[in-house]
């Protein structure tokens, strides 16, 4: 995990979700996703926001053909974790403990969003139980 990837900006971000989502594309073909989902945007713009992406280390390309394939390098949820800790990092000092408190305090919870959470809430309290009876 790279600072660089937690510097990807939201268009970046966006460009990048179209790859995961569509697998290896052209610049066209992601401008026409995102058009698609109502971000007009001009192929050069496209074009840079891959080639800044690539200068990260986010994505990589195939210049074998006419047009460049562009391939995502690093996965969602690589992406996802150093974007998380650069946010714990700014603002709970790296604690992830108050993020989470605040994210289930103020989020809405299907049902099944619910007991998932509860298992987890119970894997760790059973971890935590397990690591008190061992300590002296």
Not at 41 to 66: I, P
Not at 84 to 96: H, T
Request: proline share 4%.
């Amino acid at each position: 995990m790279t600072a660089r990837e937690a510097e990807i900006g939201q268009a970046e971000l966006e460009v990048l979700q179209t790859l995961w989502e569509h697998g290896p594309a052209t610049v066209r073909d992601v401008m026409n996703v995102l058009h698609e989902r109502g971000r007009q945007l001009a192929y050069t713009t496209v074009l840079t926001f891959l080639t800044r992406l690539e200068q990260k280390g986010c994505v990589t390309s195939d210049k074998s053909g006419l047009a460049y394939v562009y391939r995502p390098k690093v996965t969602r949820d690589k992406v996802s974790r150093s974007r998380l800790e650069a946010v714990l990092d700014a603002f709970y000092d790296g604690s992830p403990g108050p993020l989470v408190l605040q994210l289930i305090r103020e989020g809405k919870f299907t049902n099944a969003e619910i007991a998932e959470l509860q298992e987890v809430i119970d894997g760790l309290d059973a971890k935590h139980q397990r690591r008190t009876r061992s300590s002296p």
